[in-house]
């Protein structure tokens, strides 16, 4: 017999198995002593809401019965070495994940990245840290895993399609995640479990006959007749297939300006831009949790989620909180020299020091008129305007502008700045002359409104460090919304951040395996 119940529970309960037994078993009124038992939490999440947090938890409790397991997927692929090729561009997650489900549907994945695998990544990484080079085909956005390798590896999505979520988190589970993730409301891996996933994903993909060719950047596309059959490299090589899944990420400019040239129909794309907020991790504990020294040793590290429309020259805009990574670091994510872009992560721990969040501004096409000209790279240039800017602010290294958040507000450059996590360093500067009027008041809008919601955030104790831009694409790459085809050129299938239609891991895995089923179904399974 299995029962399905709800509890909620102290964070010591809910987080000690010995004590979430007992609680559950009282729950459904069952002795401790009968051996014939098996208990699990399903699904677990943090109400913060009262003097006292409490967790919400899912569980079941079988007994008498041998429990099912909680992984359903099997980790079985066939070999597809011999049969039909698709070619998939980018090996973030979309990519890898339309990779390993055209090999489930009997078909060869070429996937070709730019970038250097997930090992060979980190001296590139390194070297931007430290030295402040930036490698354009290898760093923080490009080489395999993308953009969220080196990241928080954040799985929370508000898809509704709820059993492709499951789906996907059972996948990265066979893979090496930890079965934590299929519990947790919000669950994440950390920057430091991600690159062994990845590898590990790329090892399915290769052992079933696949192929994931790195340092391959994709300089043409081969057309005949508004068909693409395939991809032109930088050395030369032109490799065929029976379509492309284009997965190259929000940050992969050149492929938006390649597109433009070849006059592959794109659009500009309203996006959001702003900064990322540093706090000490103990502060917005102290917020979230109502706890006035510490969390203690069973709540995880605090998170906020913040949001409010403000007004500007008779428009209304949002001001959010995006990509908020508690006990994390904030890393330098420029993808090409004399650039400055700030993004975050957290080890699977969350165990720094400091919280950061990006705290962005909605940019809507209306609001870049001069940017026009650019047509459909309109926000893009203006994306990168702002981060050359920044650049020149910092030093002309990758040293990041910086400013103490009520200085901020008051329109004052700090006289100093706080420790920090960001590792090339800071540069104290007026950030309102970094970002736009536009951005800047908005967001300064935004931050007086965030410190009467969450008393004690707004403080000079956090600081502002530009820039948070790579939000999302600023490039919507056209589809059919049945087939996911490009609406002019056949065999073309966009997919993920890059293309318009994703917005973080799971989302853009979901979709690389959407974007692998209609090609096949098109092209292949005829």
Known sequence: MKKDIQLQLSPEEA??????????????????????????????????????????????????????????????????????????????????????????????????????????????????????????????????????????????????????????????????????????????????KLPKLVADLRESILQAGGEVLFDSKVVDFILEDNEMKGVELADGERILGKGVILATGHSARDIFHLLNKRKILIEAKPFALGVRIEHSQNLIDRIQYNCTVDRGPFLPAAAYSL?????????????????????????????????????????????????????????????????????????????????????????????????????????????????????????????????????SERLRQGLLAFGKKMKGYLTNEAQLIGVESRTSSPVRIPRDKETFEHPVIKGLYPCGEGAGYAGGIVSAAMDGERCAERLIAEYVKR
């Open 15 to 192: 987080y000690t198995a010995e004590l979430f037994e007992k609680a559950a078993l009282r729950k459904v009124g069952i002795s401790p002593s009968d051996s014939n038992v098996y208990v699990r939490q399903t699904r677990r999440s943090i109400d913060a809401r009262g003097r006292n947090v409490k967790i919400n938890v899912s569980a079941e409790v079988f007994v008498n019965e041998a429990p099912k397991p909680m992984l359903e997927f099997h980790h079985d692929y066939p070999n597809v070495s011999n049969a039909d090729q698709i070619i998939i561009v980018g090996a973030g997650p979309a990519g890898l994940f339309a990779a390993l489900r055209a090999i489930e549907l009997g078909v060869k994945p070429i996937v070709i990245e730019r970038g250097k695998d997930v090992r060979a990544r980190r001296r590139d990484l390194a070297a931007i840290n430290k030295e402040h080079i930036v490698n354009p085909e290898s760093n923080y956005c490009f080489g395999e895993g993308g953009a969220g390798t080196y990241s928080d590896g954040k799985l929370y999505t508000r898809s509704k399609k709820r059993g492709d979520i499951r789906r996907i988190m059972e996948i990265l589970v066979a893979h090496g995640a930890t079965e934590e993730i299929l519990v947790e409301a919000h669950p994440h891996i950390g920057t430091n």
């Open 307 to 439: 949001v409010n429309q403000t007004h500007y020259q008779g428009k209304q805009r949002g001001v959010f909180s995006f990509c908020m990574c508690p006990g994390g670091f904030i890393v330098p994510a420029a993808t090409s020299p004399g650039e400055l872009v700030v993004n975050g992560m957290s080890p699977s721990r969350r165990d720094s020091k400091y919280a950061n969040s990006g705290m962005v501004v909605a940019v809507e096409l209306e609001d870049l008129p001069q940017y026009q000209k650019h047509g459909a790279l309109a926000a893009m240039v203006f994306q990168a305007e702002v981060e050359q800017k920044a650049w020149e602010f910092g030093g002309k290294t990758q040293v990041a502008p910086a400013q103490r958040m009520i200085d901020f507000t008051q329109k004052k450059v700090s006289s100093s700045l706080l420790e920090t996590s960001y590792q090339p360093g800071l540069n104290a500067v007026d950030m309102h002359e970094v970002l736009p009027d536009f951005i």
